[in-house]
């Protein structure tokens, strides 16, 4: 085994115990949390390793580092999820190998990926990006729509040809009234979740949490976890 496979191994196993725990405190069953790994900076290889240890999720946030990555990791059988905000100029590029993007968070970028899933023969999940530091009419600092925008854009999701409504993503903010609040953030998020599952019931996941609060998350309920650090270690500075 490579120092890197043991390295990986070893943090895997702590992040599956950390959420195992977090089930059990929570009185859930530990097949109700998935885990995405987020492997942004991280080589193809990497991934390869990851899916050798039982990974089926991972997580990018920008096309130009994904796209070469999912295509030499194409034969790993493995669910991408794009994280990051995106551009519509990028959306021909995403849908190639995304099967799930979890910033969808305005019209105009609900159109451009309903274009290209149909173009490319492919049917795209989505998630609505929540951004729980913006105020009515705003968007995130960090992408997302105010909670009072997530219906309409679910319903623009919902009737959108290529596209399924998946259900809900957000980002514990760093202002407004939940900053330093993860727990409240996500039973936040929680309560939208149902209100999006009145009307559209098929819309069950609930994307929060990463390696600092993926506790919290497992507590409010949410069904996915983005872990990056705590699998891959700290990432290296860019630029």
Same mark, same amino acid.
């Given at each position: 085994?490579?120092?890197? @496979? @043991?390295?990986?191994?070893?943090?895997?196993?702590?992040?599956?115990?950390?959420?195992?725990?977090?089930?059990?405190?929570?009185?859930?069953?530990?097949?109700?949390? %998935?885990?995405?790994?987020? %492997? /942004? %900076?991280? =080589?193809?290889?990497?991934?390869?390793?990851?899916?050798?240890?039982?990974?089926?999720?991972?997580?990018?946030?920008? &096309?130009? &580092?994904?796209?070469? /990555?999912?295509?030499?990791?194409? &034969?790993? !059988?493995? %669910?991408?999820?794009?994280?990051?905000? +995106?551009?519509?100029? @990028?959306?021909?590029?995403?849908?190639?190998?995304?099967? #799930?993007?979890?910033?969808? $968070?305005?019209? @105009?970028?609900?159109?451009? +990926?309903?274009?290209?899933?149909? /173009?490319?023969?492919?049917?795209?999940?989505?998630?609505?990006?929540? *951004?729980? $530091?913006?105020?009515?009419?705003?968007?995130? $600092?960090?992408?997302? #729509?105010?909670?009072?925008?997530?219906?309409?854009?679910?319903?623009?999701?919902?009737?959108? =040809?290529?596209?399924? +409504?998946?259900?809900?993503?957000?980002?514990? =903010? +760093?202002?407004?009234?939940? *900053?330093?609040?993860?727990?409240?953030?996500?039973?936040?998020?929680?309560?939208? !979740?149902?209100?999006?599952?009145?009307?559209?019931?098929?819309?069950?996941?609930?994307?929060?949490?990463?390696?600092?609060?993926?506790? &919290?998350?497992?507590?409010?309920?949410?069904?996915?976890?983005?872990?990056?650090?705590?699998?891959?270690?700290?990432? =290296?500075?860019?630029?």
């Amino acid at each position: 085994m490579t120092d890197r @496979k @043991k390295q990986l191994t070893a943090n895997l196993a702590r992040v599956e115990d950390r959420i195992a725990s977090a089930c059990a405190a929570a009185g859930r069953a530990r097949e109700e949390v %998935t885990l995405i790994v987020v %492997t /942004k %900076t991280y =080589p193809a290889s990497d991934v390869q390793i990851l899916r050798e240890l039982g990974v089926r999720h991972v997580a990018e946030n920008r &096309d130009q &580092d994904a796209a070469p /990555k999912a295509a030499a990791c194409a &034969d790993l !059988s493995l %669910t991408w999820h794009f994280v990051g905000q +995106l551009q519509t100029n @990028k959306v021909r590029s995403v849908t190639g190998y995304a099967d #799930v993007v979890q910033s969808v $968070d305005r019209i @105009k970028l609900v159109t451009a +990926l309903s274009a290209a899933a149909v /173009k490319g023969g492919r049917e795209l999940g989505c998630l609505i990006q929540v *951004a729980l $530091d913006a105020e009515s009419g705003e968007r995130g $600092d960090r992408g997302g #729509v105010a909670p009072d925008a997530v219906e309409e854009l679910a319903a623009a999701v919902g009737a959108a =040809p290529g596209l399924r +409504l998946g259900g809900l993503m957000t980002v514990a =903010p +760093l202002a407004g009234p939940y *900053a330093g609040r993860q727990r409240a953030a996500f039973d936040r998020l929680m309560e939208i !979740s149902s209100r999006l599952r009145a009307n559209h019931p098929a819309a069950n996941m609930v994307s929060a949490g990463m390696s600092a609060d993926l506790e &919290d998350a497992v507590a409010a309920g949410a069904t996915h976890v983005r872990v990056g650090t705590a699998v891959l270690g700290v990432r =290296p500075r860019l630029g």
